[in-house]
């Protein structure tokens, strides 16, 4: 194992974004069954050939060496892997990583989240599409909505001083929803973060009845006068406001607007070892075959930085094209 990070100069691509968060999906086996994701539930899956926690760990060590410093786990449900904790240690334990961020839909939290956080989790984002536990469930597939709130004040029982909170937007679903979100957060240090529905490769129909620009939540915001907060380097895609009135804040993230892939500062890796340069790439750079002995550390890190080279200026999602990806819980969202 490579026990000290060289001081190697850090990723860049061809228009000078650098990237200091990678995105690692560690199965793409999900337990839920949201309509706009996986609506038949998980029909196909390789999690159990998902990458090794040995394999994460060199992963990990050659990204922490090219400057990444922030690693978000996700899936599929990055917590049905038996290992979850041991991948978080091991993470935990590479020289550079200073923040390791989790994405999760809240399954058992409430019972679980005390060991995620004692593993050395930072930071946690939940998805909760809706605040009404009957649309909850028919958006999911679960009737889990307190579970998954008691989930969330377990985590700030347990030292969380801030919680991210993904809720898809959707029309005809949960876009009456706005206010009750508001009052939660109202007294609750939790980030809101409104994504616009994506279409992938499964969810067309879907998507052309539901999607909903992200700029009608962001005109009622400043309608109501939230202000735009100033953007932090190692920051998601969110634009985020807050209001002095309001404990916690707001996120939009709006992949359909023209600026959003100019701050892009992040990489994706799939549970099987891919590294794709952008959530809706045609394809992926295969690094498993470097991820086997810790001997392979140089080539692995010189394929890494080379592969830089071919990352594009943006994704063509406009056009309707959203690349090789079927659904997000293949890649990791
Ligand atoms: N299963 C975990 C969860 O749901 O939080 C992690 C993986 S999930 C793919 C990550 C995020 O992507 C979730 O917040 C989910 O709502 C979002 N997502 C999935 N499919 C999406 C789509 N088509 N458009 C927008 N967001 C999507
Ligand atoms: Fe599973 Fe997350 Fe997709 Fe919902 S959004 S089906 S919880 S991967």
């Known amino acids: 194992m490579h026990s000290s990070v060289s001081a190697l100069p850090g990723l860049q691509d061809a228009q000078g974004r650098s990237y200091p968060y990678l995105r690692l999906s560690i199965t793409d086996l999900c337990n839920f069954r949201c309509n706009y994701c996986l609506p038949e539930g998980c029909l196909d899956h390789h999690h159990h050939e998902a990458l090794t926690i040995d394999e994460i760990r060199r992963l990990i060590t050659a990204f922490a060496a090219l400057g990444v410093q922030k690693v978000r786990l996700t899936g599929g449900e990055p917590t049905l892997r038996q290992d979850f904790t041991g991948i978080v240690r091991t993470i935990k334990q590479v020289p550079g990583i200073r923040k390791l961020a989790m994405t999760t839909n809240g399954y058992k939290m409430d019972q679980r989240v005390d060991g995620w956080l004692a593993a050395g989790i930072d930071a946690i984002n939940v998805s909760v599409d809706s605040l009404d536990p009957r649309a909850f469930e028919l958006i999911t597939g679960h009737n889990r909505l307190r579970e998954v709130m008691a989930g969330i004040e377990r985590a700030f029982a347990g030292g969380l001083s801030a919680i991210k909170v993904n809720a898809v937007a959707m029309k005809g679903w949960n876009d009456t929803e706005l206010d009750a979100f ?152």
């Open 182 to 333: 508001l009052t939660w957060i109202q007294h609750h240090p939790v980030s809101i973060r409104f994504i616009e529905l994506m279409q992938t490769g499964t969810n067309q129909a879907f998507f052309q009845q539901h999607h909903v620009s992200g700029k009608t939540i962001q005109t009622l915001l400043l309608e109501r006068g939230w202000v735009r907060k100033v953007r932090q380097v190692d920051a998601g895609p969110a634009l985020e406001y807050c209001h002095s009135d309001y404990v916690g804040t707001v996120g939009l993230i709006m992949p359909y607007s023209r600026d959003f892939c100019n701050d892009c500062n992040r990489l994706r890796v799939t549970s099987l070892g891919q590294l794709q340069l952008c959530l809706f790439a045609e394809s992926g750079i295969d690094l498993r075959g470097l991820l086997q002995s810790d001997d392979q550390y140089g080539e692995l890190v010189a394929t890494i930085r080379s592969a830089l080279v071919h990352k594009e200026d943006g994704h063509f999602l406009g056009q309707g094209w959203a690349g090789g990806t079927q659904n997000l819980a293949q890649i990791g969202g």
